[in-house]
T-cell receptor
Framework: GAGVSQTPSNKVTEKGKYVELRCDPI?????LYWYRQSLGQGPEFLIY????????DSGLPNDRFFAVRPEGSVSTLKIQRTERGDSAVYLC?????????????????FGPGTRLTVL | DAKTTQPNSMESNEEEPVHLPCNHS???????IHWYRQLPSQGPEYVIH???SNVNNRMASLAIAEDRKSSTLILHRATLRDAAVYYC???????????????FGKGTKLSVIP
């Protein structure tokens, strides 16, 4: 079946511009996560959605970052007034459920990521 | 949060077994040990997880020390496709955020030599 897809695969923008990154999770997955990965580092958690609501947005670095998931499926990560330090690969993951004892139900499936470059 | 320590890099010959170590000396009783791997230019993918007992699946085996302060991911026959960064991650099912948030370190970069 189809996995997690992310668009665009690459985005180049100028400092100060606004960008939107899209994530299409696996159909039927209620939990959705955004992570950010800088060069040479492991992914860092940004935000977790359970259904339409953001259950935990503690990883968002500042108020320039915002994410939505209005119908409990597709999610959009929005970054305002981009800075060069925002350059990274933004990864989206989904799982059938969220919290709880690890099982195939909350195993996270990742998309290929969006590489954001801020010039 | 309980942390993990892994070697930065390892090498293996193709078709040889690979043992990837992970130290987690401050692990708590409710921490599950997870392994994910990230192939070049891809997102991470789940490999295996366990709590106390050794685990096997189609991808790998996970050997957990009796005191749970360390674990080893075992690839029985490395292939070129196994070249990736391998992450050892602890998930605390009793901690709200810890039960769903994956906290990645830098992982071990595995190179497979043909």
């Amino acid at each position: 079946g189809a996995g997690v897809s992310q668009t665009p695969s690459n985005k180049v923008t100028e400092k100060g511009k606004y960008v939107e990154l899209r994530c299409d999770p696996i159909s039927g997955h209620t939990a959705l996560y955004w992570y950010r990965q800088s060069l040479g580092q492991g992914p860092e958690f940004l935000i977790y959605f359970q259904g339409t609501g953001a259950a935990d947005d503690s990883g968002l670095p500042n108020d320039r970052f915002f994410a939505v998931r209005p119908e409990g499926s597709v999610s959009t990560l929005k970054i305002q007034r981009t800075e060069r330090g925002d350059s990274a690969v933004y990864l989206c993951a989904s799982s059938l459920t969220g919290q709880g004892t690890p099982s195939t139900h909350n195993e996270q499936f990742f998309g290929p990521g969006t590489r954001l470059t801020v010039l | 949060d309980a942390k993990t320590t892994q070697p930065n890099s390892m090498e293996s010959n193709e078709e040889e077994p690979v043992h990837l170590p992970c130290n987690h000396s401050t692990i708590s009783g409710t921490d599950y040990i997870h392994w994910y791997r990230q192939l070049p230019s891809q997102g991470p993918e789940y490999v295996i997880h366990g709590l106390t007992s050794n685990v096997n699946n189609r991808m790998a085996s996970l050997a957990i020390a009796e005191d749970r302060k360390s674990s080893t991911l075992i690839l029985h026959r490395a292939t070129l496709r196994d070249a990736a960064v391998y992450y050892c991650i602890l998930r605390d099912v009793d901690s709200g955020a810890g039960s769903y948030q994956l906290t990645f370190g830098k992982g071990t970069k595995l190179s497979v030599i043909p």
